[in-house]
């Protein structure tokens, strides 16, 4: 099975701010910090899909002068794409990015799909691909033997893409034959790790951050992606996700 435990992944990612030799690991740093911080995260706190959910994304993130702090507790009781979206944010807000990306990355009441840097993120459909392809942050593949723990995942129950779509986000950590595991907030317990038979997930898709600092330039997104604003309304293929996620190239 391709599954590390979490704590040995954070204890890999923190060792050198308690000035211990590092651990050898297999992941790229960034990959790492998400998982440290997912495992760092209070567990539980409930589920819940809805524009209130969204609403206390505001309380658990937060400018404090030009620093951006993230309390996960304050979100809770919370949905897929908030929680993972804390996580994101959490790492990113270690980095020396500009005054305006950190603005960039707040999010606002009922914030709507394909606006910003949430509304993108959080998007029906290819939502986090299509942000980090966007911002050249990243890259997206299908094939889960490329996949490493700290990996975004993208996960349809569906072949339906799009407004009668069913998905989720998540956090992957690993999967062996018949199982996946990923962290995430999920359904009913909230932020928790969950492992679920390989075969519910109709699509995967798979996005991995290697160039964080690139979120530089969040600041300078158009202000609404409308292929992902329109995931509410209709109906998507999957050639038209590959086209805006960089998978066709």
Known sequence: MKLLPLALLALSACANSR????????????????????????EGGGYEASDAATNRLQKALQLRGQRLVVDPA???????????????????????????????????????DGEGVFGR??????????????????????DPEEALPGDFLKLWWTEEIGKLERGHLVLYLGHDEETLTYWSGNQPEGFSRKTIPRARAQRLLFTRLTRPQAFAQAAQLPARNGFLADMLRRRFTWAQVAEQTGLAE
């Open 74 to 112: 304050a979100a809770f009781p919370a949905y897929c794409s908030g929680a993972t979206y804390l996580v994101l944010v959490d790492h990113l807000a270690s980095l020396p990015l500009p005054p305006a990306a950190h603005r960039a990355l707040l999010t606002r009441p009922a914030h709507p």
């Open 19 to 42: 000035g211990l030799p590092e651990a050898p690991s297999p992941l790229p740093a960034t990959n790492q910090a998400l998982v440290a911080l997912a495992e760092s995260y209070p």
């Open 121 to 142: 993120f959080n998007a029906n459909g290819p939502g986090t691909a299509v942000l980090f392809h966007e911002l050249g942050a990243g890259r997206s593949f299908t």
